[in-house]
């Protein structure tokens, strides 16, 4: 079983930076592929980004690239999502996954385990 915990949500203005976390725990550690996806109020879930074992692959939605960067830090067990340029559609409770494979995936059915959230809320 895996424990996932995201943190570095809050409150920012347009145009601001986050840097969210997503830490494992528990019996195996993170050597697997890792999603970021986000839920906004009435929406329906979304993928964001992702990356394998390695760091070497990621893969981001349309929305998101060229702001956000996904990076991780496997000796910390931790995967980071940098968000740039923020805007009030970021607005929206952003969740971290890991799947049973180290295989990309923006489906969120393929994915195992899922931490609690944590909210971003970007004012204009």
């Known amino acids: 079983q895996v424990q996932l915990v995201e943190s570095g949500g809050g409150l920012v203005q347009a145009g601001g930076s986050l840097r969210l976390s997503c830490t494992a725990s528990g019996q195996t550690t993170l050597s697997r592929a890792v999603g970021w996806f986000r839920q906004a109020p009435g929406k329906e879930r979304e993928f964001v980004a992702a990356?394998?074992?390695?760091?070497?692959?990621?893969r981001y939605a349309a929305p998101v690239t060229g702001r956000f960067t996904i990076s991780r830090d496997s000796a910390k067990n931790t995967v980071y999502m940098q968000m740039n340029s923020l805007r009030p559609e970021d607005t929206a409770v952003y969740y971290c996954?890991?799947?049973?494979?180290?295989?990309?995936?923006?489906?969120?059915?393929?994915?195992?385990?899922w931490g609690q959230g944590t909210q971003v809320t970007v004012s204009s």
């Open positions: 996954a890991a799947r049973t494979w180290n295989v990309l995936s923006s489906t969120d059915s393929d994915y195992n385990y």
């Open positions: 990356i394998n074992w390695s760091g070497g692959n990621t």
